[in-house]
């Protein structure tokens, strides 16, 4: 008998989890296409809620926002970040240990203090808070993960190789280019997936530093949250689950690779 | 002669190029770093010794009232509160987090790799959306409700939003999967012979825990507290949407004090203790640790 609870436990055990974690998300989505308005009982099949989003002008700003910032910080980050993991792979500095504790702040302080650390220095500094603000504040908190996911890359890529590009006389840059470059492209791919979905999802940091005319999505949700429920948030939801679920798959299949 | 010469040529041209490398890949970062990092959270530290302006703009005449402030039982009993539902979620998460882990590292091959992917989704799902489907399921016409009244269950709906126990849900229910990652890396490393050692030796099942399989995870168990605890403390927005406004942590003191008080001196105050948890959590962790801070297992 003993065993037998023994055996069972940790499989029921684990299976409560996960309905823990995707039980409410699957009830989200499907209410998103249920034709009654009140999120509660299953009346029909309806696509409507989706359709009523596309005609939802502030929506769609949002849309626009979060998709021109997710693109720019991806860009800022992804360079960024690339290149500090191929310097601090490849060579010895000083300030080495300072720049890794710099690049683990981001990662550990609570979001809300960089959110407002960058709002006092924007507003000391003159800048106005709008789609910039939003790309900094984004960029500041994506390139460590980047760091991290490129160097992890770098950890079983042969040093050898890059000395003899450079011992047949090819140049720092074209090594780079030629050598390292397709190397750590999985790694480069997966770290600029992740900023991109780091960006899309942001909801503190992007709080503060977002103009009046700046909203992303996640910020329209929380605005629209506060009004109370209805489909039209669901449909929303649902759509930015999917978004983030495609770009985690693609991310794990590269950082695998 | 002549070659010792090229030589020391060759060897400057070397160092020459190294050093614009490393001007090259090392410089954006830390031009980066400095002025949108380190520069904003200095200007944290120096604003919050400043005084607050009849407009609340910020007076540049130095300052402690910001800190003397924090006394008044009413910011106390926020930190109370703060401190609770850190504590009960670093608490709970681990109770679920650390069997769940044990399991999981012992299921096939197979099978792990996809039950893994399933717990870094969430991961990288908005986490405004997950606490919203909660809001969902428990509001008084929600979903468990209406099911409830329906099978007669219940003659009325149980008010289940907007209360502690709400808020302390969408916390855990947010930051499981951050307690999870960094335990099953740690316990994924144990050394099974230390295991059967142990067991061989004679030692009970609860024995070989606690004397072998807890202690060599306490770097997963530290490091998923830190990633639990310390953002538990910053995320407003779940008291404000599951506890209704009614119970107020330190992050939405400071979202108040700089946008609806205008108090930022003590916002950057409140924000600076925020900042001296976090180290002093970091401190404990690396000197339990030793330094590997890549050893989080969070990515």
């Not at chain 1, 710099?102 to 990662?107: D, F, G, R, T």
């Not at chain 2, 890396?185 to 012979?193: G, P």
């Not at chain 2, 119970?247 to 008080?261: C, E, S, V, Y």
């Not at chain 2, 205008?262 to 640790?289: C, D, E």
């Amino acid at each position: 008998m003993k065993s037998r609870t023994r055996k069972i436990f940790p499989p029921v055990f684990m299976f409560l989890v996960y309905a823990f974690i995707y039980i409410p998300i699957l009830i989200l989505i499907i209410f998103s296409f249920n034709e009654s308005r009140l999120n509660v009982v299953w009346t029909g099949f309806t696509l409507d809620w989706y359709g009523k989003l596309m005609k939802n002008h502030e929506v769609i700003r949002a849309l626009i926002n979060t998709v021109k910032v997710a693109f720019a910080t991806t860009i800022i980050s992804t360079v960024i970040g690339t290149l500090t993991a191929v310097g601090m792979y490849r060579y010895k500095f000083k300030g080495k240990v300072v720049l890794d504790n710099l690049l683990y702040i981001p990662m550990v302080i609570p979001e809300i203090v960089l959110g407002i650390a960058l709002l006092i220095f924007f507003n000391k500094t003159n800048i106005p808070l709008g789609l910039w603000t939003l790309i900094i504040a984004h960029s500041t908190f994506c390139i460590p993960f980047v760091v991290i996911t490129v160097k992890s890359r770098m950890a079983g890529f042969d040093k050898a190789q890059e000395e003899a590009a450079m011992d047949l006389g090819a140049g720092q840059f074209k090594t780079f280019i030629y050598i390292t470059l397709p190397n750590i492209l999985p790694g480069v791919i997966a770290g600029a997936l992740l900023s991109f979905t780091l960006s899309l999802d942001d909801v503190i940091t992007s709080f503060f530093v977002a103009g009046p005319r700046s909203t992303t999505l996640p910020l329209q949700i929380f605005s629209m949250v506060k009004f109370g429920v209805s489909p039209e948030i669901n449909a929303l939801s649902t759509l930015m689950l999917l978004t983030s679920l495609t770009l985690a798959l693609l991310s794990e299949k590269f950082k695998t690779k | 002669m002549d070659n010792v010469v090229e030589q020391k040529k060759m060897k400057n041209t070397m160092k020459k190029r190294t050093r614009q490398s490393i001007f090259i890949t090392i410089g954006p970062v830390y031009t980066w770093m400095t002025l949108f990092l380190t520069v904003p959270l200095l200007l944290i530290v120096v604003i919050s010794f400043m005084q607050r302006g009849l407009y609340g703009g910020i007076v540049y005449e130095p300052t402690i009232k910001n800190y003397v402030a924090l006394i008044d039982p009413m910011y106390m009993k926020v930190f109370g509160t703060s401190l609770i539902i850190a504590i009960g979620t670093t608490i709970l998460c681990l109770l679920i987090a650390y069997p769940f882990s044990y399991f999981l590292v012992k299921v096939s091959n197979k099978y792990r790799n996809i039950l893994m992917l399933l717990i870094i989704i969430p991961f990288w799902t908005n986490s405004l959306v997950r606490v919203y489907a909660w809001i969902v399921l428990l509001r008084s016409e929600g979903v468990i409700n209406t099911i409830l009244l329906n099978v007669k269950f219940i003659d009325e709906p149980i008010k289940m939003l907007y209360s502690y126990g709400a808020i302390f849900l969408g916390m855990i229910y947010t930051l499981l999967p951050f307690m999870i990652l960094p335990l099953y890396s740690s316990i994924e490393k144990l050394d099974v012979a230390l295991l059967e050692a142990a067991d061989d030796l004679g030692a009970s099942t609860w024995q070989t825990f606690r004397h072998v399989t807890l202690p060599l995870t306490i770097p997963g168990i530290i490091a998923g507290s830190l990633l639990v605890f310390i953002p538990s403390l910053g995320y407003f927005f779940i008291p404000d949407l599951m506890g209704g406004g009614k119970h107020m942590i330190i992050g939405n003191l400071i979202k108040n004090q700089f946008l609806t008080a205008r108090n930022w001196p003590f916002g950057s105050a409140l924000a600076l203790i925020l900042i001296l948890i976090t180290l002093g959590f970091v401190m404990i962790y690396l000197k339990l640790v030793g330094g590997d801070k890549d050893d989080m297992g969070v990515m």
